[in-house]
């Protein structure tokens, strides 16, 4: 064969080849999530299709420098939303110093007070360096909807818990810290992961009650497998096909429990340990999630089978309402932000200042539950034109 017969040959094949090429689907852009290994506490990464990152949870304060080094090697532009599910140590404790690192543009938490030193200094530290604080409430437009946050390429990530002020926070539980954890499912295409926090039986028997589709591939498992959360009902609901446990070897706890892995066990999904497998990664390409232990052993490919749409079955509507507990809160009444939020919309309504926290861009409205929280020095301006002329309104109460 001559040499330009060779190149014609290899021409044909290259054509010939083309229009296979063309005829498969373009590969979907990877939805990438990471489970740090923090020990006894939680931390997971997610990055988006097209970049955007959401950091959940901050693990306790022994992982600090941990967590600051796997964000720093994975996040090169401030973090696009944090989440604290709730303010544990174990949750927040690596948490300022990893913001300090990398930056963040937008903070959610469910916005109840929490007595301790670690969660005032982050919410300093939050008032005054990330540009916008808030809460999962639902929209005042439409109370009846999901809160819901595009990631882009059709990913999304839709809170499902609380839903204050629509509904109350959950008191009188085994843990009301644990209890009003943000829940959120994060959807890709026709796969979804659930994120828990250290959601308490309540909160699942909570959630059962409205119109939700819970389906999801991957579970972050709610309180670090501790033995009352994971109800059977609860994992019926959901369908996990893998299950993630955030929890540090011989941890006083006992955590994962031998109930909580059972339940897991019969619901049909593989159990993945951060304290047996190290970092765990789960990678979606909108149809299936592989699942990786940092520790080896061969990755775990799981179809994801959902069917794509709102995770809204149809209006969310409040809970019944709980008369005896509702009776029973006493003291604890005066610190609910649902209650803070009804008073001050009634007084609002006659004469409102703007108020900025210091060093932060944005302004609130005198009875924005974020100033509540913060104990940053702040400016009063005495109308809203005064305070547009040097900061942008807040997302959290649009002023
Ligand atoms: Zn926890
Ligand atoms: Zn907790």
Not at 59 to 81: H, M, Q
Not at 108 to 113: E, K
Request: with cysteine.
């Amino acid at each position: 064969m001559t040499s330009s017969a060779r190149l014609l040959t290899l021409l044909v094949l290259l054509l010939a080849s083309l229009p296979g090429l063309a005829a498969a689907p373009p590969a979907a852009k990877p939805l990438t999530v990471y489970f740090f290994d923090v020990g006894q506490g939680d931390a997971a990464l997610v990055v988006s299709p097209t970049g955007k990152t959401v950091l959940i949870d901050g693990g306790p304060p022994e992982a600090r420098e941990r967590l600051t080094r796997r964000l720093k090697e994975l996040v090169r532009e401030p973090l696009d939303l944090v989440i604290l599910t709730h303010p544990h140590l174990d949750h927040l404790g690596g948490l300022t110093q990893a913001l300090k690192a990398v930056g963040a543009k937008r903070f959610m938490d469910p916005g109840f007070d929490h007595p301790s030193d670690a969660y005032r200094d982050l919410l300093d530290f939050v008032g005054t360096s990330v540009g916008q604080v808030m809460t999962p409430e639902p929209s005042a437009q439409a109370p009846h909807t999901l809160l819901t946050i595009g990631l882009g390429e059709g990913a999304s990530l839709t809170v499902l818990w609380p839903r204050v002020p629509q509904e109350p926070f959950l008191d009188n539980t085994r843990s009301d810290p644990n209890s009003n954890s943000i829940v959120a499912k994060l959807t890709y295409g026709k796969t979804a992961f659930l994120f828990t926090g250290d959601a308490e039986p309540e909160t699942e028997a909570a959630l059962l009650q409205k119109r939700i589709d819970f389906s999801s591939t991957v579970l972050k498992v709610a309180h670090h497998g501790g033995k009352h959360s994971s109800t059977a009902a609860f994992l019926a609901a959901v369908k996990p096909k893998a299950a993630v446990i955030s929890c540090g070897a011989g941890n006083d706890y006992g955590h994962p429990t031998a109930e909580a892995l059972e339940r897991l066990g019969t619901a049909g999904a593989r159990v993945f340990r951060t304290d047996q497998d190290g970092e765990v990664v789960a990678v979606s390409d909108g149809t299936s999630v592989t699942v990786r232990a940092g520790r080896g052993g061969s990755p775990l490919v799981v179809p994801g089978g959902l069917k794509p749409g709102p995770v809204a079955l149809g209006p969310i509507v409040p809970n019944e309402p709980q008369g005896s507990r509702a009776a029973s809160r006493g003291a604890t009444a005066s610190r609910s932000p649902a209650d803070a939020t009804m008073t001050a919309s009634r007084a609002g309504a006659e004469e409102t200042r703007f108020i900025s926290l210091k060093g932060s861009k944005v302004f609130h409205r005198e009875d924005c539950a974020t100033l509540k929280r913060s104990k940053s020095e702040r400016t009063v301006y005495p109308s809203r034109a005064a305070a547009v002329r040097e900061r942008r309104p807040a997302e959290d109460c649009h002023p």
